[in-house]
């Protein structure tokens, strides 16, 4: 099963607040977890990745946790900020050694950071 | 930090046309190309994997002939939309896996916005 699920579908925070978002996949030959920011009419940018060998990984306001005995992984957003506002997208890379690996994207969530 | 260009940024043409898109990755070298297509408000649908010096790996439902890909040298790739109609209208976005960094992580392009009247 190569599908990423992906909740919620849109999120409001206030500003100054946590965003949280979560995936779960089923997969086990899942090796690599980037979460990707897109903005409007532009291209996803990489966010923040982590491997399952490692169950938290921070990077400034951006903090991924996964927990692999139960096939999940979250994006927290500290101290979000208007300029957050955009969709993040969490995807799951599976390794093929014959073929390329390719990235399987989660449905997107829509986050809106009020003021 | 790795660069991927994509050109143009938006095209609008008839029925019928064909429309070239282009994918470079600026400072590396990219043995592999994915192409991934996006409808508003949805998730990246990868259309195919694009390999230098070889055919394209289509994913399931993709026309080939419909969506030609050529990876004609490490910095480039590109998706022909041959005889677009409507339907094909859609956000077409370009990504390119680093061979020094063993592939990850992928880089995106910014895109190509296809509208077809």
């Known amino acids: 099963q190569q599908q990423v699920k992906q909740s919620p579908q849109s999120l409001i925070v206030q500003k100054g607040g946590i965003s949280i978002i979560n995936c779960a996949y089923e997969?086990?030959?899942?090796?690599?977890f980037p979460w990707y920011q897109q903005f409007p009419g532009k291209g996803p940018a990489l966010l923040i990745a982590?491997?399952?060998?490692?169950s938290e990984k921070k990077e400034g306001r951006f903090t991924i946790s996964f927990n692999k005995s139960a096939k999940q992984f979250s994006l927290h957003i500290m101290d979000s900020q208007p300029g957050d506002s955009a969709t993040y997208f969490c995807?799951?890379?599976?390794?093929?050694?014959?073929?390329?690996?390719?990235?399987?994207f989660g449905t997107g969530t829509r986050l809106q950071v009020t003021l | 930090g790795a660069v991927v260009s994509q050109h143009p940024s938006w095209v609008i043409c008839k029925s019928g046309t064909s429309v070239k898109i282009e994918c470079r990755s600026l400072?590396?070298?990219?043995?592999?190309m994915f192409w991934y297509r996006q409808f508003p408000k949805q998730s990246l649908m990868l259309m195919a994997t694009?390999?230098?010096?070889?055919?394209?790996?289509?994913e399931q439902g993709v026309e080939k002939d419909k969506f030609l890909i050529n990876h004609a040298s490490l910095t480039l790739s590109t998706l022909t939309v041959t005889s677009a109609h409507p339907e094909d209208s859609s956000f077409y976005i370009c990504?390119?896996?680093?061979?020094?960094?063993?592939?990850?992580?992928?880089?995106f392009g910014d895109g190509t916005r296809l509208s077809i009247l």
């Open positions: 990504s390119a896996r680093d061979q020094r960094t063993g592939g990850l992580p992928q880089h």
């Open positions: 997969n086990t030959a899942f090796d690599y």
């Open positions: 982590i491997r399952p060998d490692v």
């Open positions: 995807a799951a890379r599976s390794f093929n050694t014959g073929t390329a690996s390719k990235l399987t």
């Open positions: 400072d590396f070298q990219a043995t592999t």
């Open positions: 694009s390999n230098e010096g070889s055919k394209a790996t289509y």
